[in-house]
């Protein structure tokens, strides 16, 4: 009995002695879950590519010149030419037999919708307007999350619409879809390279819009994973506030790091799945993983604003506590506390 209690010490002695030690590579819980839900994403991504709606052709728009003037003649002329670029992307859908993406372009295509330019390829990009863009003192440029593309685009839309009734007829959205999103669960969504690509995109729409609205008040509105891409974009326009909702961090810690003049407003429902996510970012080699810093909190500076008690999805909702918050600080007001939740 002796001697093989003697034996089995001394090969726990062994196993202890030949591990190697980890403690100074070992990843915090932190970490380890960005690292985890990094490399779940790149798993899920072949299984959900495959229906990604980028897979439906559309030919190449033709060259747009800048919009250098928004009279009511110039932006008819604009409007009546992406019509034609809607209705050929239409053709293209239906000839491929993709009879839903054929039929939601047909309805973009009505004389009553008003886009600024518009590319069918790759998913989508757009940019439609909500209002009398000739007339305007107040423009609310909308900017999705992930998921958002042809296929999705009637909730984006729906959301636009809602916010530019409760603004009033002062004032004008443009629903900016001028980036291919990521998907919800791909590894682009945790880290913020796809808004760093798509901000000179916002940038230069942006300063095309000021130039040719010169004396409007323009905001930019960003949900979600697009508060990245307004976050990159913000530091040379000339915008008067940038609002964050439904935001998972922007890829810096502070607003100081935005460089921007603007104020930046920050806002999240209570009912919001997006408050469980780890607030941090890993730096690798190769990426960042991570959206750095919690938007609403504290330390990272922004002015809070009530958000209600709705999901990820609400924030436009009619009659939501967000959607009138967010109409105020569009119009240059001050957000109300209370009020009535989603």
């Not at 880290?191 to 004396?215: C, D, Y």
Request: glycine share 10%; charged share 20%; hydrophobic share 40%.
């Amino acid at each position: 009995m002796a001697s093989r209690q003697r034996t089995s010490r001394l090969r726990t002695s062994s196993l202890r002695t030949s591990r190697p030690r980890t403690r100074s590579v070992r990843a915090s819980p932190l970490r380890r879950t960005l690292l985890a839900a990094f490399v779940a994403a790149s798993v899920a991504l072949p299984v959900s590519g495959a229906v990604r709606p980028s897979a439906v052709p559309a030919p190449a728009p033709a060259a747009l010149a800048p919009l250098e003037d928004a009279t009511p003649l110039a932006l008819a002329e604009r409007y009546a030419a992406q019509r034609d670029e809607i209705r050929a992307a239409e053709r293209s859908a239906a000839g491929h037999g993709d009879r839903r993406r054929a039929k939601a372009l047909r309805a973009m295509a009505a004389p009553a919708r008003s886009f600024l330019f518009f590319d069918g390829r790759d998913g989508g990009r757009s940019a439609e307007v909500f209002g009398d863009l000739s007339r305007t003192g107040r423009i609310a440029v909308l900017v999705p999350g992930s998921d958002t593309n042809l296929d999705s685009y009637g909730r984006f839309r729906a959301g636009a619409e809602a916010l530019a009734r409760e603004l009033g007829s002062r004032s004008a959205v443009v629903a900016w879809l001028g980036y291919g999103t990521p998907g919800t669960v791909s590894p682009a969504v945790v880290t913020p390279s796809r808004g760093q690509e798509a901000a000179p995109e916002l940038r230069s729409f942006v300063r095309e819009l000021s130039q040719a609205r010169p004396t409007a008040r323009v905001s930019l509105v960003c949900h979600s994973y697009g508060s990245v891409v307004c976050a990159r974009a913000a530091r040379t326009l000339e915008v008067t506030d940038v609002v964050l909702y439904g935001s998972p961090g922007v890829g810096y810690d502070h607003t100081a790091d935005l460089r921007t003049p603007a104020t930046v407003w920050a806002g999240r429902s209570t009912g919001d799945w997006v408050a469980h996510l780890p607030h941090t970012q890993l730096e690798l080699p190769f990426t960042a993983i991570g959206l750095g810093a919690d938007p609403i909190s504290p330390e990272f500076g922004a002015r809070r604003f009530e958000a209600g008690g709705g999901g990820h999805s609400d924030y436009l909702k009619p009659g939501s506590v967000p959607l009138r918050n967010i109409a105020r600080i569009v119009s240059g007001q001050a957000p109300s506390e209370g009020g009535r939740h989603a």
